[in-house]
């Protein structure tokens, strides 16, 4: 995980695809603050892009909002039931992909997101979006077919 994180903070990108995770790594919500031996704070890199599908996550933590740059965030096929209030923080979220859950409300604060260009949803246990989705106008790409109950 070390070396992960450390390629992670040079690039600005970090996949975590199919580890069986249960839990987000507590060292992604600070990933500036842990800068390893060797590395110089600042040649490192905030976080942009975070892949996490494909794991068995459960819940994000309000400390989302300490990833101010992410612009990409896949935590599609896990085992999330409801997203952060703090997703809407993230205000250069441009992708945001949370298939495959078992999520039953998005948070109304993701209208904050203003910057999200694409949006998928779908196979979820979702009863409606929140109107405040409306806000986000570069939203192009919203997917959540099979996904509303």
């Not at 031996?37 to 976080?47: D, I, Q, R, T």
Request: proline residues 3%; negative net charge; hydrophobic residues 40%.
């Amino acid at each position: 995980m070390d070396r992960l994180l450390k390629a992670a903070r040079a690039s600005g990108s970090l996949n975590l695809s199919n580890r069986s995770l249960r839990d987000v790594p507590e060292e992604i919500y600070r990933s500036l603050d842990a800068v390893g031996e060797g590395e110089k704070w600042w040649e490192a890199v905030e976080l942009q892009k975070l892949i996490l599908a494909h794991n068995n996550i459960e819940s994000l933590k309000e400390e989302v909002r300490n990833l101010p740059l992410l612009t990409v965030l896949n935590v599609s096929h896990n085992k999330l039931t409801d997203l952060p209030a703090a997703i809407g923080q993230l205000s250069m979220l441009k992708l945001l992909d949370v298939s495959f859950n078992s999520i039953v409300t998005i948070p109304e604060e993701i209208g904050s997101a203003t910057s999200l260009v694409k949006f998928d949803c779908s196979s979820n246990r979702i009863k409606e979006l929140p109107s405040s989705l409306g806000k986000c106008s570069d939203l192009s790409d919203l997917k959540v077919l099979a996904g509303i109950e």
